[in-house]
């Protein structure tokens, strides 16, 4: 892991990415499993640009930095 980059939680992430996609190391997760905090490799807008971003890495985890999907909207992955 380089030195330089910062382990965050997901609510900094959340604050500090508000409204992209974000690669996520993770570094720690809660007892079902679940990523509580990590290192962002990569953020962009898209979320296909941030698969292209780390395209081939380990251990990724993608997640949205924004609001929950809105009652009566879906999402199709």
């Known amino acids: 892991m380089d030195p330089n980059k ?3 939680s997901l609510t900094e992430m959340t604050d500090t990415y ?5 690669a996520v190391r993770v ?3 809660d007892e079902a499993g679940q990523p509580t905090a990590g290192e962002v490799i990569a953020h962009r807008p898209s ?7 780390v395209r081939g890495a380990d251990d990724i985890c993608l997640m949205f930095a924004g609001e929950p999907i809105p ?7």
């Open 6 to 8: 910062q382990i965050l």
């Open 18 to 22: 508000h409204g992209e996609w974000l």
């Open 27 to 29: 570094t720690a997760r």
């Open 47 to 53: 979320r296909l640009e941030v698969c292209e971003a």
């Open 71 to 77: 009652e009566g909207y879906g999402f199709l992955y």
